[in-house]
């Protein structure tokens, strides 16, 4: 079977962590796509030379010619700027949504059929434009949030407990901003429900509400720390864990920005909610049932989201 192609739009912190690994994992030929010339080439080359070292079997080619992308089975977009310390992600909308309209002419003109996933900050507003400017079917366009954010959440709780984090999974919803919904109810080590690890003195509430406090704020935790950008490691891998669950139908249950059109009451937005990803995308949605608290985070998360629609649309009148 001829080897799958992987194109990469944006070849700064996350797309060459991205690149790198997607050649560990052999998941395919990697096309780096970027504006700046000779950044998506350079990367692409040095990734290369570690093929040998590692003995890894992909291509990589770096480009700032969208006609590169052509055919790709996946996209993953994180072209435009990340915040630093004192910006919001909301501040990004402007710039990234002009980029995100010559990315969207990219996808249009050369691989309208991809599996797209955006990574592009703020990422539920970027994903809803990048959807209509390449006119993508909405089951082939997903953005990347909830992964990461549950990661983080997990990451969290497994220091808290001193366990695997192989045994702890944790559901994060919403949009991908400082409202976005820890579900504790839903989160588990192995199997069993955090409000249960209370009872049994594992923790205490204050603590888990100060690890959701944390998971809330933990992108801006580490645009902190760095100083110059925003995360990058992290947002990676989870991004890669949904190209190959797509590229190997692996019917993944993972939390993404996806469009929803009726599903939580909710009509063309995306928004991090549990999904099945296989091999014809976004194949399922899935309605978890909220408790009243669950349900007036997932609103307050969901009119942020929809305040940077309105923001996108005032900025481009063509996607009213
Ligand atoms: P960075 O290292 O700056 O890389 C962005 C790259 O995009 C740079 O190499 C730019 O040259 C390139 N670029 C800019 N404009 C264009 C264009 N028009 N076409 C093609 N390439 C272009 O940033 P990064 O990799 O750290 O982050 C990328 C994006 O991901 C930012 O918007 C971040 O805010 C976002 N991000 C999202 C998450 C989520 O969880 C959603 C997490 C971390 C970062």
Not at 73 to 86: H, L, M, Q
Not at 120 to 131: E, F, G, K
Not at 161 to 186: E, I
Not at 219 to 232: D, P, Y
Request: charged share 25%.
């Amino acid at each position: 079977m001829a080897r799958r192609k992987i194109a990469l739009i944006g070849a700064g912190q996350i797309g060459g962590t991205l690149a790198h690994l997607i050649g560990l994992k052999e998941l395919g030929d990697v096309v780096l796509f970027d504006i700046a010339d000779g950044v998506p080439q350079g990367k692409g080359l040095d990734i290369a030379e570690s093929a040998p070292v590692d003995g890894f079997d992909a291509n990589f080619k770096g480009s700032s010619d969208y006609a590169a992308i052509k055919g790709a089975d996946v996209i993953i977009v994180t072209a435009g700027v990340p915040r630093k310390p004192g910006m919001s992600r909301d501040d990004l909308v402007g710039i990234n949504l002009k980029v995100m309209e010559s990315v969207g002419a990219g996808i249009k003109q050369y691989a309208p059929d991809a599996f797209v996933i955006c990574i592009t900050n703020p990422l539920d507003a970027m994903v809803w434009a990048l959807q209509k400017f390449a006119n993508l079917k909405p089951n082939k366009i997903v953005g990347m949030a909830g992964v990461l954010d549950s990661a983080r959440f997990r990451h969290f709780l497994t220091e808290e407990f001193g366990v695997s984090a192989k045994d702890v999974s944790a559901f994060v919803l919403g949009g991908h901003g400082d409202d976005m919904v820890p579900l504790v109810r839903y989160s588990t080590v192995a199997g069993i429900p955090l409000p249960d690890l209370v009872d049994m003195g594992w923790t205490t509430k204050e603590k888990i509400d100060a690890i959701v406090e944390r998971t809330r704020k933990g992108g801006g935790e580490i645009v902190n720390l760095l100083k110059t950008g925003s995360a990058f490691y992290a947002p990676a891998a989870s991004a890669v864990s949904m190209a190959e669950a797509y590229l190997k139908d692996q019917k993944r249950v993972l939390p993404c920005a996806a469009h929803l059109s009726g599903e939580y009451g909710v009509k063309d937005m995306f928004v991090g909610v549990p999904v099945v990803i296989g091999a014809k995308g976004v194949e399922r949605i899935v309605e978890v049932k909220f408790n009243a608290e669950e349900k007036d985070m997932f609103a307050k998360s969901l009119a942020s989201v929809e305040g940077l629609i309105h923001a996108c649309k005032e900025i481009n009148p063509a996607l009213k």
